[in-house]
């Protein structure tokens, strides 16, 4: 008698489908995964419906890899299902793991958004002002859109998540690795994040290049320098993030020549990525002078955006104030 | 009166009274922790809303501990570092300074006004200092009102590495 395969599930909430194309990245390895795992949910790829989920067994799948942020009524009640189905649930993916680009509208208001959406966006035309949340009636009943609620949440802000799997998205290796592992005898710890645990300069390919002592005048952006392809982006006065970055990418970025920024979140010690990057960028001003610091840190148009650009709703304040 | 809160007693009293602003402050053990020391031993009135925090140099102070300061229901934050050239470890003021000039934009970014972060130079001699300043700040604090940051999301995170605090709400 042959023995039961692991179910596995996959599904996406605020997201914007890439961590459904490293899915598919996976390529031939996804064989393997095929191999070791029935995949029973997956809508983007198979036909299977909420339906089918919810006549499932509680607990029957062995894991959930939840991919997106969480914004809409319909996204908590998806996650709190697959929660319920599911051995373990994985936060898959920089939003569903720290709330992601999506988090970045936490920034603004719901109201500001909607109206931005509907109303003022150059490529928007609505003469009529329809806006969602109106009930329709028609040959189905009454219809309603899920409620668009007034902050984007990180995963674990919404249902316990055993562990997460970073990136923007995942890389292929940490994927196959991190099916592999949950599929394995041995399960992690429950809460780890499934990446090495330290800074993304320790596999950075151009390492020996960092000076000892980085010492800048002013930050650039990388459309306004020529960036030299073998020195530590750091050191030409880009904001790359890696000190503050969980390894894991092997530096995808930096190959491509274009500063980290920042999409695995931060080492476990670190309680909150953002700060603890503008800390290390900060530390490289090269001046003693208020006035001239001011100057220097006008190089940097929006440090908010830019240190809180994945991780701004699992931060420490969340979300602006009075959002 | 825009501080103002209501609060419900055991009885079921409604009773307002005037929020008082809770300020958490860094102070670095050479300079500033010693002003407040001195403060008091020469008996200097001053506001009683600071909660001191002694850290060995205003360059130890992350900026994670600022916002935690805040997320957990502080009004205001002050850092208290040696003068410009007078740090005990050389240059540690002066990393304190690129980080709060930096940090107060983030602020601002989230809303929180620059009033409620504060970086001040106070040598172990300028006791009055320590008055002056957390005086002026208070009564600053007073008219911005409480900081009220909303209550953030349930936290249900589960596991090892990663402890998180519990919101406070203001």
Redesign the interface.
Known sequence: MTREKPKIAFYWCASCGGCEEAVVDVAEQILDVVAAADIVFWPVALDFKRSDVEQMPDGSILATFLNGAIRTSEQEEMAGLLRRKSKYLVAFGSCSHLGGIPGLAN?FTRESILQAVYFDAPTTENPDRVMPGLPLNDRHGELTLPYFSD?V?SL???????YYVPGCPPQPKIVTRAVLTLLGEHPP?????LAP?EALCTECPRKDSKPDKIALKAFRRPQEIQIDETQCLLAQGLLCLGPATRAGCEARCVEGNMPCTGCCGAP?????Q???A??A???L?D??D?SE??QI?AT?P????T?YRYSL?A????????? | MPNAIESVSGNGQVSTEVAEPRIVGFFCTWCTYLAADLAGTSRIKYAPNVRVIRVMCSGRI???F???A??HGADGVLIGGCH?GDCHYQQGN??C???A???K??LE????EEERFRLEWISAAEGDRVRVVIDDMVEKLRKLGP????R?????????????PQEVGV
Request: glycine residues 10%.
């Open positions: 920034f902050r949440r674990d802000q919404v249902v316990e998540v055993d710890t429950k809460g780890s994040v645990d476990g010690r670190v309680r909150e953002g700060a603890k503008l800390s960028i900060a530390s001003i001046s003693q208020e610091i001011d840190l940097i929006d440090p908010a955006g240190f709703p931060s420490l304040i969340h979300n602006k104030r009075g959002v | 992350d900026p994670q600022v916002l935690d805040f997320a410009p002066y990393n300074l690129r980080r000039r930096l940090l934009r983030v970014q989230f809303g929180i900081l009220q940051l909303k953030g999301p349930a936290l249900v995170r589960g596991g090892s590495g990663e402890q998180v």
